[in-house]
């Protein structure tokens, strides 16, 4: 059996293929890199406008409390994350971090409060492995249900409200995080106004059966275009939010990653609820003392992109590297190269110069506050 072959298909494989869409493989799925419009377009589109995506080979898993009680629910997934989870009211969403006992990042995802259950959405990549994080740790007192018959796709840009109210007017009401049960073309569908682009909108769970109806009920909007990989990954990019596997993973801790605002107060030294996750020595040690290592976005002074993976060093000359970058590419909002990377926490300061090296050359970056283009999130 071939590669191609053993690749799984999310339900809006065909509105792809018809839409003239060059597919890929990503996380075990046949996806969408790109449409005939290019990845540049798209990019500009989609902050001008609106995009639709498809990210149904997320993982989309429910967590029910077997006593009934919501705090029995929140409580348990407490013990997996550094997040306040019994804080979180009904109606709203919250990023959270899986970590393991050395206080690394396992995977990032977003946790949801459904009145009843717990709404999880976790990275394709890892929902295997993060169901059966789950299953183990929470069965005794949680029911974990993955959801395999429900496509996700995401509508993003200013003019999302615009389009989506065309299905719903309910959508308008809702702000950044909010998230509700919502009819589109009669599907009840699941609606978060969140994102992966650093601009408004949205993020949908449909009934697989009703994914294309919905899909293209909003692609008959005026201001929405069909949006790849490609072009996902420089928005996130250029937002400075983090590709799971690139920016974080297991030897990254959430403060070296500069993702300490995820943890709320409660979970932290001196909070009503402090610690009790994996890794909270190391992470509380790390939000006390700070690290020795951090997150950081990097402008290059040429026009040259500097891709994941390059070393980087303190100067021109110097033998071993300092650093590294873990995503990196063209901004097509900011004109320029952008990337992000880990330095240590004393070259850390904006305004630093450092040194990329791309095939042998180095070439000069500078140390650059996240985001890269501001966040349009109607709070």
Known sequence: MSETAQLLKTPLFDLHMSLGARMVPFAGYEMPVQYPAG????????????????????????????????????????????????GLKEGRQRYALFTNPAGGILDDLMVAHRGDHLFLVVNAACKAEDIAHLSAALSDRCEITPLTDRALIAL????????????SGDVTAMRFMDIRSVELCGAQCIVSRSGYTGEDGFEISIPAEKAAAVATALLAHEAVEPIGLGARDSLRLEAGLCLYGNDIDTTTTPVEAALQW???????????????????????????????????????????????????????????????????????????????????????????????????KRIPVIVTPLPFVAANFKR
């Open 262 to 360: 995820a943890i709320q107060k409660t979970r932290r030294t001196g909070g009503e609820r402090a610690g009790g996750f994996p890794g909270a020595a190391t992470i509380l040690a790390e939000l006390a003392e700070g690290t020795s290592r951090r997150r950081v976005g990097l402008r290059p002074e040429t026009r040259t992109p500097v891709r994941g993976g390059a070393a980087l060093f303190s100067d021109e000359q110097a033998g071993s590297p300092v650093g590294a970058v873990t995503s990196g590419g063209f901004g097509p909002s900011v004109d320029g190269p952008v990337a992000m990377g880990y330095v240590p926490s004393k070259l850390a300061t904006a305004g630093t110069r450092l040194f990329a090296d791309v095939r042998g």
């Open 156 to 167: 993003q840009g200013p003019k999302a409200e615009a389009a989506l109210s065309t299905l």
């Open 39 to 86: 990845v540049m377009k798209e990019h500009l589109h989609t902050r001008a406008a609106a995009g639709l995506f498809d990210v149904s080979h997320m993982g989309q898993v429910t967590i029910r409390p077997r006593s009934g009680d919501m705090r029995d629910a929140a409580l348990a997934l407490e013990t997996l994350v550094p997040v306040d989870i019994a």
